[in-house]
Nanobody, 128 residues
Framework: QLQFVESGGTLVQPGGSLRLSCKVARSTLNYYSIAWFRQAPGKEREGVSCMSITSGRTNYAGSVEGRFTVSRDDAKNMVYLQMNALKPEDTGVYYC?????????????????????WGQGTQVTVSS
């Protein structure tokens, strides 16, 4: 059973906005941190953003800083990624992931090896 289910990916024009959603099968509070990753064809998986569940502190890749915002709703077991001013290079499959094994910390890291539970991904295509 997938622990994360992403949705919201679609085709969008450059400069447009999109909000991705991630439904967490268990409570978001069961994780130390939750992150968004993306993978473009022929490229390695890239950590886009993450959030420490303990502190709420966030971390973003330089390429999306100021344009993307991660948020969560613990009552609904949802995590979101608001993406603004989208660029063609933002195209890829976006994955939501959670760090279930580790220790509580007030920071998070965008390294995929840290994350234990993953979703199946949702495709985002930025093109005119």
């Amino acid at each position: 059973q997938l622990q994360f289910v992403e949705s919201g990916g679609t085709l969008v024009q450059p400069g447009g906005s999109l909000r991705l959603s991630c439904k967490v099968a268990r409570s978001t509070l069961n994780y130390y941190s939750i992150a968004w990753f993306r993978q473009a064809p022929g490229k390695e998986r890239e950590g886009v953003s993450c959030m420490s569940i303990t502190s709420g502190r966030t971390n973003y890749a330089g390429s999306v800083e100021g344009r993307f915002t991660v948020s969560r709703d613990d009552a609904k077991n949802m995590v979101y990624l608001q993406m603004n001013a989208l660029k063609p290079e933002d195209t890829g499959v976006y994955y939501c992931a959670g760090e279930a094994l580790g220790t509580a910390a007030d920071f998070c890291v965008r390294d995929p090896v840290v994350y234990d539970d993953w979703g199946q991904g949702t495709q985002v295509t930025v093109s005119s």
